[in-house]
């Protein structure tokens, strides 16, 4: 059956949309999948995050959205659909902000309908019920009136909690890796009850960030950064310094009142499919514990282990390298002759700092062509709208701005951005001008869909600018192209013959997929298992298809049994933190989550 919504029928956006909720929740009442499949436009796609699929799923169609009810409706039970604040309609979408339940969970999510039924429609868990968050008018007490015999302070319960994990009890769930993905999951798990412990190798919270290069500082906007329940106060820098964003983090540790184990190193892991559990060998602080978690979460940066090539040379080379996530700042290089190999991120970062301490030359190496956006063009035109004091001003909160990117369902999502970048190209045309004369290699992204669309496809081959493009522009830094052969004692070779001079090389390579962390710790069985993570598989540069439709592997279940990998941006921390916390408290709580097509494998890495 396919029904269209009759304009005449429907005079305001508000009809338009009670009447689809009314008529999808009979159809979903009825059990009628081809009713509930008809009243989507032939051309249509549903993202699922959990509510629905206990997954991250997008399914595209009206083929897809049956198959996807057909297969989950029974188990799912879904009602009380009702727009929750009046729907717009602008160029014939109309928009509509919704709520509905589920058996288990209340959910919230996204509809935009035409004359054809529902183009998209965003729909995700938002808590599971008699499993809330106690947090307004359900925040816990704090104290306990009256007098106690014996009574157990708030520091001695937490002492208690950190200590005895892992000696008189066991945490539900392992997370290795306690950057800014660990630390947001581990503020979801404390806050649903879920026993963890976060790990981390570092001596500090925060560490992460204080041990990179003196300069780094947040590329992306304090409005886009937001933590999971504590924003940054109104005050916070629009770009934070590494070292404030540690000090944050640190603090947000304690405050939020993680289970967070610092100065420890996960040394080996294991699955028992017979006791599902995990054995999970850990060194903390030179004292060796076993831990046996039922759930592992692999925390340690979407980006992976670090890219070092192999070169000739190597061996015989006899300045300094090393790759950028180990660079130690500029200070050590006044008067040196350094050679940055990449042209991404770090790579300008670190140009940028060795140039303005006085380095005797700064060379990058440009391998294949990057994408650059200025900072401030890409904060006005491509965050403006959803992530800045703008959007504040006009009444939008971050999970608005959060649930609004996510309704746009990746295979579309080109289509949005390709008109915001080519404004970006005219308003800086210069500039861009600039870069090109001096012979800087651009690209716009394989569609001209540009930075987000690079970032969630393959994490790499692009800059945000915040000043260092102008350096290469006016030849202060200089630029080579082409791939390195050999190091020699004391320079780099290209290809074309070309040598560089150099006291110490920097290998801005990037990093590979985060399956490499599950080789080292559990094996390379288990990795290939598993296969790639991260990634669409648009085949488009480094995105190998076929057509994923979510991020490989990213916050959802995967091939290997309670193993998990959670990552991205501060954004993507914050996001999907909480729907990776309510699959675990699920699980925690003995809830049926019957998981609607799993995370295949096309690669393995």
């Not at 947001?184 to 976060?198: D, I, K, N, T």
């Not at 204080?210 to 500082?217: G, H, T, V």
């Not at 279940?557 to 699959?583: C, D, I, K, V």
Request: aromatic share 10%.
């Amino acid at each position: 059956m396919t029904q269209t919504l009759d304009p005449a029928a429907t005079t305001s956006p508000a009809q338009r949309v009670d009447r689809w909720l009314a008529d999808f929740e009979a159809a979903l009442t009825a059990r009628d999948v081809e009713r509930a499949a008809g009243l989507f436009a032939p051309t249509c796609f549903w993202r699922d995050l959990i509510a629905f699929t206990w997954n991250l799923k997008t399914v595209e169609g009206r083929d897809g959205v049956t198959d996807l009810l057909a297969n989950v409706l029974d188990t799912v039970d879904p009602s009380g659909f009702r727009a929750t604040e009046e729907p717009t309609e602008a160029g014939g979408v109309t928009e509509a902000w919704i709520e509905f339940e589920t058996g288990v969970g209340r959910g919230r999510g996204h509809l935009r309908l035409t004359d054809e039924g529902a183009w998209t429609l965003l729909t995700t868990l938002h808590e599971l019920k008699g499993h809330e968050e106690p947090q307004g008018s359900e925040r816990p007490k704090g104290v306990q009136h009256g007098a106690t015999k014996d009574r157990v302070t708030w520091k001695e319960a937490r002492d208690a909690d950190l200590n005895e994990m892992g000696r008189t009890r066991q945490p539900y769930v392992v997370v290795v890796g306690g950057g800014q993905g660990g630390i947001a999951l581990g503020a979801r798990l404390r806050q649903l009850g879920v026993p963890h412990v976060v790990i981390d190798r570092h001596a500090r919270p925060g560490d992460q960030w204080r041990s990179r290069y003196k300069s780094l500082c947040l590329h992306d906007p304090v409005w886009y950064d937001h933590l999971p329940y504590l924003p940054f106060p109104p005050n916070w820098p629009v770009f934070a310094p590494k070292d404030k964003i540690g000090d944050w983090l640190e603090m947000y540790t304690r405050v939020m009142e993680i289970n967070y184990w610092s100065s420890t190193t996960c040394r080996s892991a294991s699955f028992d499919d017979a006791a599902k559990e995990w054995t999970v060998v850990v060194d903390r602080d030179g004292e060796e514990i076993t831990l046996k978690p039922k759930q592992l979460v692999l925390a340690t940066g979407m980006s992976g282990k670090p890219n070092v090539p192999k070169l000739k040379g190597q061996d015989v080379f006899k300045g300094e390298q090393h790759h950028s996530s180990q660079h130690p700042g500029p200070d050590a290089y006044v008067g040196k002759k350094v050679v940055v190999i990449g042209s991404n991120n770090s790579a300008f970062d670190i140009c940028g700092a060795l140039w303005e301490v006085g380095a005797e030359s700064v060379t990058m190496v440009q391998r294949s062509s990057t994408h650059i956006v200025k900072s401030d063009t890409l904060m006005d035109i491509g965050l403006g709208d959803l992530y800045s004091e703008r959007a504040v001003a006009a009444g939008m909160t971050t999970q608005k701005a959060d649930m609004t990117f996510a309704s746009l369902p990746y295979r579309i999502l080109h289509e949005f951005q390709i008109p915001a970048y080519e404004q970006m190209k005219e308003r800086d045309a210069e500039f861009y001008d600039r870069l090109e004369r001096a012979g800087f290699r651009l690209d716009w992204g394989d569609d001209g869909s540009g930075l987000f669309l690079k970032y969630l496809r393959r994490g790499s081959g692009y800059y945000i600018d915040v000043g260092a493009a102008d350096l290469v522009a006016n030849g202060e830094v200089k630029l080579a192209h082409g791939q390195v052969v050999e190091l020699t004692e004391d320079a780099v070779v290209l290809e074309d013959g070309t040598v560089l001079p150099a006291d110490l090389v920097v290998y801005a390579t990037g990093y590979g997929s985060m399956n490499g962390w599950a080789a080292d710790l559990i094996g390379q069985e288990v990795a290939d298992k598993v296969g790639k993570v991260w990634g669409l598989g648009s085949d488009t540069t480094k995105d190998p298809g076929p057509w994923e439709g979510e991020q490989r592997n990213m916050w959802k279940p995967t091939q290997q049994e309670a193993l998990w990998f959670h990552g991205g941006n501060l954004h993507q921390s914050r996001h999907y933190s909480l729907y990776l916390a309510l699959q675990l408290k699920a699980r925690f709580e003995g809830i049926p989550t019957p998981v609607y097509a799993l995370q295949e494998v096309h690669h393995l890495s």
